[in-house]
């Protein structure tokens, strides 16, 4: 897996776009970069994942650099049920995402 | 549909003895996972099995044991618990080896 590196924490106001950042420099060509949340201590939840070109789902939106070596993942209207942490994750497939990290702890505030 | 049930969801043993984290998915997806969550902590794979009939290692799989029982069911047995064994379970499943995780709502676990 790519070692991913996430803030630990970041605030949003409701209704605000959220952008998480996630550092991924030594992801590999064919490393796919997932994104996940965990709210409370529910299981987490799959929110998108990308290779090389920026992706948008119903939830999300994913921008990639061009190098591959960041990502952000940007919730255009934060609301309070979006407070959650977020998992950065670089991996072939499922089956290599050894490690959820840190992430990031996400406060959306009225 | 339920998606991923997880039984059950709270347990306390003792140390030394032993149990089974039952996990069944009804999406009928060919992979399945099992994951450890420690308090404050990310999440990390213990077993995995790609498709019925195999399993694999994850990060962290000494203490564990697993069964892909069918295509529906991915058992977790300890036996022979121990305190670092206290943790949250989560099984996990996907439609293939690429294919994104669906997760259950875990199995809270304290070994005394």
């Known amino acids: 897996d790519a070692k991913t590196t996430q803030p630990p924490s970041m605030d949003c106001a409701e209704g605000r776009a959220a952008n998480l950042p996630c550092n991924h420099s030594t992801i590999s060509g064919n490393e796919y970069v997932y994104w996940y949340r965990q709210i409370h201590s529910q299981g987490p939840q799959y929110i998108i994942h990308g290779l090389k070109n920026n992706e948008t789902n119903e939830m999300a939106s994913l921008i990639i650099t061009e190098d591959r070596k960041s990502s952000t993942l940007i919730l255009p209207h934060a609301t309070l049920r979006d407070t959650a942490v977020y998992y950065c994750i670089g991996a072939h497939n499922a089956g290599n995402m050894l490690t959820f990290g840190g992430g990031t702890r996400l406060m959306v505030k009225p | 549909n339920a998606g991923v049930t997880q039984t059950p969801k709270f347990q306390v043993l003792k140390t030394g003895q032993s149990m089974t984290l039952q996990c069944a998915q009804d999406?009928?997806?060919?992979?399945m996972y099992w994951y450890r969550q420690d308090p404050g902590m990310g999440l990390r794979l213990i077993y995995y099995s790609a498709s019925e009939g195999t399993t694999d290692k994850g990060e962290v799989p000494n203490g564990y044991n697993v069964s892909r029982l069918n295509k529906r069911e991915f058992s977790l047995r300890l036996e022979s618990a121990a305190p670092s064994q206290t943790s949250v379970y989560f099984c996990?499943?996907?439609?293939?080896?690429?294919?994104?995780?669906?997760f259950g709502s875990g199995t809270q676990l304290s070994v005394l």
């Open positions: 996990a499943s996907s439609e293939s080896h690429r294919e994104k995780l669906f």
């Open positions: 999406m009928n997806h060919n992979s």
